[in-house]
């Protein structure tokens, strides 16, 4: 048989080959795919914890609104529910909404529902803004009784940056029918 002896500096090549053959073995095969689930895995935990502190913010947000809820509740600030027909003084706090000059109102006289009335009066009235248009609805809303805007429309026939804005809608006033004549 042929024996050869192979010199040490190829021996030392061929070693350093097969070491680094090694290395990239594990690199594509171990270390890469390793890393990439690594950074899904981090990925997925970022996802989760901003779901878990969203969760977290609204149980928070929900258990606020309840115990404004019932400070409410136990609150004598409700809004009264007056005795039948409160339509003077709805009619006056328009008045002085609008400062003395009404715009297009229609009431469509009180439902009744048990022993609670529901009037609606519909509007229709001009705006400058929306700015503007936003305080009148509020001071609509919050004459002092229970009421209720319903059926809202905004419209502009030109800029809305030059004013024009026509605002109409219903708003629902609930008053007691009891004391009904």
Do not use: H, W
């Amino acid at each position: 048989m042929l024996r050869k002896t192979i010199p040490k500096r190829l021996c030392a090549v061929i070693m350093a080959a097969a070491a680094a053959l090694v290395a990239l073995v594990y690199v594509f095969a171990v270390q890469l795919p390793v890393s990439a689930r690594l950074s899904e895995i981090e990925a997925e935990t970022g996802e989760l914890l901003e779901r878990r502190e969203l969760a977290a913010e609204t149980a928070a947000e929900c258990e606020r609104m309840k115990s404004e809820i019932e400070a409410a509740k136990s609150s004598s600030e409700v809004s009264p529910l007056p005795d039948y027909d409160n339509l003077p003084e709805i009619m006056l706090g328009f008045s002085e909404i609008f400062g003395g000059e009404l715009p297009d109102l229609r009431s469509e006289g009180i439902k009744q529902d048990g022993g609670v009335g529901k009037r609606v009066i519909s509007f229709r009235f001009e705006a400058g803004s929306f700015a503007d248009a936003r305080k009148t609805l509020a001071g609509m809303n919050g004459l002092g009784f229970r009421s209720e805007v319903e059926n809202l429309s905004l419209g502009s026939d030109g800029d809305l940056r030059s004013g024009g804005l026509t605002v109409s809608g219903s708003i629902a006033f609930y008053e007691l029918s009891g004391g009904a004549k």
